[in-house]
Nanobody, 124 residues
Framework: QVQLVESGGGSVQPGGTLQLSCAASGLHGMIVTHYCMTWFRQSPGKERERVAALDADGTQHYADFAEGRVTISRDNDKNTVYLQMTAMKPEDTAVYTC???????????????WGQGTQVTVSS
């Protein structure tokens, strides 16, 4: 079973930058290089939406609202995926959760493949 621990959430002012981390463990240990790692977010009253995904082969996928402001990356040795967000807006306020999907990033989260989430608040 996989375990995901997110960190790096908090409060940031509009226009600021924040980097989230998602440390993966379990399974065979080489999660980030064998699966698609995805960041989702959910704001109160809204449906959960995909922010970015990083496939096992290194292919990156971004939501339209994230293009140009968000970068997803990973550290293979640390089995950790990062989400760097810049030029942040109040509408970026949400709980951000990482997940493990099957390779190909087609939206199939593996059983037990959700993190607990970390709150991000963008406010002046």
């Amino acid at each position: 079973q996989v375990q995901l621990v997110e960190s790096g959430g908090g409060s940031v002012q509009p226009g600021g930058t924040l980097q989230l981390s998602c440390a993966a463990s379990g399974l065979h240990g080489m999660i980030v290089t064998h699966y698609c790692m995805t960041w989702f977010r959910q704001s109160p009253g809204k449906e959960r939406e995909r922010v970015a995904a990083l496939d096992a082969d290194g292919t990156q996928h971004y939501a339209d609202f994230a293009e140009g402001r968000v970068t997803i990356s990973r550290d293979n040795d640390k089995n950790t995926v990062y989400l760097q967000m810049t030029a942040m807006k109040p509408e970026d306020t949400a709980v951000y959760t990482c997940a493990v999907e099957n390779p190909g990033c087609v939206g199939v989260v593996i059983i037990g493949g959700w993190g607990q989430g970390t709150q991000v608040t963008v406010s002046s």
